[in-house]
């Protein structure tokens, strides 16, 4: 059976992009998507997917805040997937501290639509992974 | 994948074009239009759009001056500044910045040079008017904000009590951790009790479950044993971790300051053991890394350790060690997966932190400035290892003197390529050659580069319309050789017309030497690149002269006309019967001459089909070639549908009317042109709605209608046509009052107007010098009258058709094909000529008989369904003399019924040739002048076909019947 992903980003081509990266495996479907943690957490209560992936930079509610909220609600599966996700960012640390399964980095710089080619692979992974783990 | 990133710069290409076509009208109307909340709020989130799209494609500059505006926007929209022309002119500032931002990008793939004088005057505006304080925080600070507008999910009046009774019973179970429970056991778990079943009813799952793990450790009486005091402390720190999310949420506090004091206290026995260990596992890796031996493998088990210890140590309200751990943690997990390098600079700063973790495990108080430097560190190890070789190579690049337009794009690798050559020696050097001025020598230079030199980069160069490159190469060769190669290549210079050599500090020019001057003039100077913005050949978007495209459409269209007649003569009867005639006489040509006719007139029939076979896929080709030709400048109505609506709110708003918009099939496409003329005489419509149509709200009232009107804007995509509805639930027109004006205006007389339907009397708004209110309007009675609507939009070969009920409301219907060049149209024979009749006011076509015929009034007339509708021979309206004249005479009469805003008449022709997609000319000035011909159409063969106009040809048969008007339906 396919598990369901729910991707959380404020940018449309964000979402496009993780979104056709997700489901190059046959496995993941993207279930919904929403622009802010807001309506991320609505998403969350009406499709109850197996993970989500979250963006931390968003406006009207933020990834950490959303995070938060989650938190409070139950054991959701959490990838944080973001431009200040990148190692050692205090954003990083707090969003594993929150409960986050993992962190990935959106890569900067000019080459970033290499998220596709070099990151896809590692966010397929991260999922994967998190659905083995309790 | 790479076909993905493409399609995402196109779309980030459309969409950033709409949010700053958005925006500018916006704000160039400040200072004369009235800006509305609504336009306040479209800025700032088309700004925050603008934002966003930057950053999803890493635009770090372009993202920060989005960012900025969008700033201002916010204070705007919060009320705390004002929109004024100063800080219009600065957005309209940024914006240009933004343009510019966006189309370097789009030509480079990469961020072009920010502005910084601009950022910098953005951000001490936004300083000035109101400063970052609440903004900073804006974003993610709910607290700020009613509980109702959280969306958490548990209802927030519920929420906001459950956290009362957390301040309540927190402190209680600080108890938990002390020596001895004594008298306070029942106490404790009462207050356990109401905690646990408040979480569950709220459904807080993981609090719920944190206070039912504390009654099941809850002793009897005493104190907690060892375990359950571990484990107390666990849930603890995770209860007091929620309850202090709680109290943000709700903004009430939850009383977690004793339940936190009492969770200090003690630290785990093991811990600075547990520390210890860690630390050894370090020295480990550090000792394997300083020996060349790979370990990213052995750091999974470190990490985790490091975040269960940082875990008890947040629990236990050490932060400052807390936060040391987690950051090791994660920075070891992200080496773990390869994502960081580890070098001994890493790991020697991850002990750093570790030891300082195990002083604070030992009873020492870490200092707070001294973490946050030893965190920076590891960032300024994380920054610099991870991106040191490309910097380095930037450092080298930099100080070349190579051209800026082909630094620009050079990418990281390519950086690194050069870096690597220079530093092993090797030479740069960039060339400019136009290979397609003669191809040998193109070829030997192609040939030459992929062999005898490393290219690393090329972009595209024009001159003269003529494209050609300049490349950047490294050889281990001197500059001489490389010169003396390039001469023997093309001795006379005719395609490589500039080499130079690209030395540490000095650019040495190797071609053209004098020797070459005059051959290489063209080639001279930096301009000899410039306007070729978009290099590298990896173009999103293609910026196109809409006349290229134009012609583009025309020749597919001619191609595809030329086809249908191809095919046409190739099917043709005359064939047919050629070949019967042939087989006719088959048996007795063979007889008399001894060869096989019948199988010499099979071949032939053979290979017409054949012939005819090829044209069907040619016809197919072509048909997608024009789909993808007219996909070109085909655009969504979206951007035309906002201008409306925003144009009809801000007359309602001036007028004190109230009006609710409902937009439907904005995403419908229709051609460009067609938009771009359509703007300006819908938007007079969609005001007039507004001004004529919509009543004051308490004469809405009164009439017993919401106070708030309705207009919807719709449109709709039915085969090559769109369907534009404006329609408003208000007076509606008042066939009366339009017939008294029109006589009034002298438009028609009193008899006409009278014999005239109330439908056909509406009509009469679309006549030129007519206007309804008595008194005009600054709005819509600026002298622009229904007729210029009407004019623009037949010119783009559309009608408009009026649908109106007094007191209900009036709805008016825009047809328009979908491009303004393509047209489908019914091909009739009239006076000996072929013409075309457009095929959307074509209501039907069919074969009469001359008993059909009656004659009503003087007037020649069918019966369809019931109504009367006049016949009209074709070629007789068009002034051509001919034997058609009376209909009732001829047998057999093929009637085309045209029909015109609801003017009905039959045309009678002489011959029908069915349907054929034309593409329309403009007019000859002379041919437009010929009342009932709307345009022309080059056909096959060359010759042109005129294509008839309904409207024109309505007018023509109520002349040739003056007075008497036409059958209507």
């Not at chain 2, 004659?855 to 006049?870: D, K, N, S, W, Y």
């Not at chain 2, 002034?879 to 029909?899: E, M």
């Amino acid at each position: 059976m396919s598990k369901n992903v729910v991707v959380i980003d404020d940018s449309f081509i964000m979402r496009a992009l993780i979104k056709e990266i997700v489901e190059s495996d046959a496995e993941l479907k993207v279930v919904a998507e929403a622009e802010n943690g807001k309506q991320g957490l609505q998403m969350v209560r009406e499709h109850k997917p197996d993970i989500i992936l979250l963006d931390i930079e968003m406006p009207e509610m933020n990834g950490l805040e959303m995070l938060k909220r989650l938190m409070l609600m139950g054991k959701s599966k959490v990838i944080v997937i973001s431009s200040v996700g990148q190692a050692g960012s205090d954003q990083a640390v707090e969003a594993r501290r929150l409960g986050a399964l993992d962190v990935i980095a959106k890569p900067s710089g000019a080459m970033s639509l290499d998220l596709a080619e070099k990151r896809g692979h590692e966010i397929v992974t991260a999922i994967r992974k998190s659905l083995v783990m309790g | 994948m790479s076909e993905f990133v493409e399609t995402l710069w196109r779309e980030f290409a459309v969409e950033t074009e709409e949010h700053l076509h958005l925006i500018e009208p916006i704000l160039a109307g400040v200072g004369h239009d009235a800006v509305s909340a609504t336009d306040v709020d479209q800025l700032f989130r088309s700004f925050h759009s603008l934002k966003g799209l930057a950053r999803a494609m890493d635009l770090r500059g372009t993202e920060n001056i989005a960012h900025q505006a969008e700033n201002i926007l916010g204070l705007v929209r919060d009320g705390r500044a004002p929109l004024d022309s100063d800080i219009a002119g600065l957005l309209l500032q940024a914006v240009d910045a933004l343009s510019a931002g966006r189309d370097f990008a789009i030509a480079n793939r990469a961020d072009g040079p920010a502005p910084d004088a601009l950022l910098s005057v953005l951000a001490k505006v936004f300083e000035k008017l109101g400063g970052p304080e609440g903004a900073g925080a804006g974003a993610g600070a709910p607290a700020a904000k009613p509980p109702a507008d959280d969306d958490f999910g548990p209802d927030p009046e519920l929420l906001g009590f459950y956290v009362e009774g957390m301040a309540d019973n927190l402190p209680v179970l600080a108890a938990l951790l002390s020596a001895d429970l004594g008298d306070r056991r029942a106490e404790v778990a009462d207050a356990i009790e109401v905690l646990a079943h408040g979480a569950d009813m709220l459904e807080l799952g993981p609090l719920a479950e944190a206070f039912a793990g504390l009654a099941a450790v809850l002793p009897d009486a005493g104190a907690l044993d060892a375990a359950g005091r571990a484990t107390a402390t666990d849930l603890l720190g995770q209860i007091r971790d929620q309850a202090e999310i709680l109290a943000e949420i709700t903004g009430v506090d939850a009383g977690v300051a004793p339940l936190a004091a009492a969770l200090t206290a003690p630290l785990e026995d093991d811990l600075p053991q547990s520390l210890d260990a860690c630390l050894g596992t370090l020295d480990d890796l550090l000792a394997d890394v300083d020996a060349g031996t790979p370990v990213h493998r052995n750091l999974d088990g470190l990490w985790a350790e490091t975040e269960r210890l940082g875990r008890d140590l947040d629990n236990v309200a050490a932060p400052l060690a807390a936060s040391l751990l987690l950051l090791v943690s994660d920075v070891l997990r992200r080496a773990a997966r390869e994502e960081v390098e580890v070098s001994p600079a890493l790991l020697r700063s991850a002990r750093d932190m570790l030891r300082a973790a195990r002083e604070r495990a030992l009873g020492t108080d870490l200092d707070a400035a001294w973490c946050e430097s030893r965190r920076q560190h590891l960032r300024e190890i994380l920054a610099g290892k991870e991106e040191d070789h490309v910097r380095q190579a930037w450092k080298i690049i930099d100080a070349l003197p190579i051209r800026p337009e082909l630094k620009e794009i050079l990418l990281p690798q390519q950086l690194e390529q050069i870096a690597t050559a220079l530093s092993e020696g090797a030479y740069l050097y960039a060339v400019t050659v136009f290979p397609n001025r003669d191809g040998e020598i193109g070829g030997r230079f192609v040939l030459w580069l992929q062999k005898d030199v490393r290219a690393v980069s090329n972009r595209t160069v024009f001159e003269d319309d003529e494209s050609g490159f300049e490349f950047l190469f490294t050889s281990d060769r001197e500059p001489r050789p490389i010169k003396e190669a390039l001469d023997a290549l093309d001795p006379a210079g005719r395609c490589v017309v500039e080499a130079s050599y690209i030395g540490v500090d000095s650019e040495q020019r190797l071609l053209p030497d004098e020797s070459r001057q005059a051959a290489a003039q063209v080639g001279q100077g930096d301009g000899a690149g410039a306007g070729s913005g978009a290099g590298g050949g990896n173009e999103a978007v293609l910026r196109v002269r809409a006349s290229t495209v134009q012609s583009l459409i025309n020749e597919v269209g001619e191609m595809i006309t030329a086809m249908a007649a191809l095919h046409g003569l190739v099917t043709s009867p005359q064939i047919d019967e050629a070949l019967a005639g042939l087989l006719a006489n088959a048996k007795r040509c063979d007889a008399e001459t001894g060869t096989d006719i019948r199988r010499l007139v099979h071949a032939l029939s053979d290979g017409r089909r054949a012939v005819s076979g090829v044209g069907i896929d040619l016809q197919g080709g072509l048909r997608r070639l024009q789909d993808t030709a007219l996909e070109l400048r085909v655009v969504p109505l979206d951007q035309l549908f906002n201008r409306l609506s925003r144009g009809i709110r801000d007359l309602a708003g001036q007028q004190g009317k109230q009006v609710r918009m409902v937009l439907e099939g904005r995403e419908v496409r229709i051609d460009k042109t067609i938009v771009e003329s359509l703007s300006d005489p819908m938007l007079h419509m969609a005001r007039n709605s507004v001004d004529h149509g919509i009543e004051p709200p308490e004469d809405r009232v009164a009439a017993g209608k919401p106070e708030r009107a309705l207009v919807r804007i719709s449109a709709i995509h039915r085969g090559s046509e769109v369907r534009i509805e404006v329609a408003d639930d208000g007076r509606g027109l008042n066939a009366e009052r339009i017939r008294a004006t029109a006589i009034k205006r002298g438009i028609v007389s009193e008899a006409d107007a009278a014999a005239l339907s109330d439908a056909d009397a509406a009509r009469l708004i679309f006549r030129p010098g007519f206007s309804t209110v008595e008194q005009v309007t600054e709005t819509s009675g600026r002298g622009v009258g229904m007729d210029v609507v009407l004019t623009a939009v037949q010119r783009l070969g559309g009608d408009i058709d009026i649908r109106t009920r007094a007191g209900q409301g009036t709805t008016f219907i825009l047809r328009l094909p979908v491009s303004a060049a393509l047209q489908t149209a019914v091909i009739v024979e009239a006076g000996g000529q072929s013409m075309a009749i457009p095929d959307r006011s074509v209501q039907e076509v069919l074969q009469a008989t001359a008993a059909d015929v009656r004659e009503i009034g003087g007037r020649h007339c069918i019966t369809l369904r019931g109504t009367p509708v006049a016949v009209f021979p074709l070629g007789g309206l068009l002034g051509r003399p001919g034997l058609w004249g009376d209909p009732s005479a001829s047998a057999r009469l093929p009637l085309v019924v045209v029909d015109s805003g609801g003017d009905r008449i039959a045309l009678q022709v002489e011959r029908l040739h069915g349907r054929r997609e034309l593409y329309l000319k403009d007019l000859h000035p002379a041919l437009g002048a010929i009342p009932g011909v709307g345009g022309a159409s080059i056909q096959g063969d060359g010759t042109v076909m005129l294509v008839l106009d309904a409207e024109g040809l309505v007018r023509l048969a109520r002349a040739s019947h003056a007075g008497a008007g036409v059958a209507g339906t």
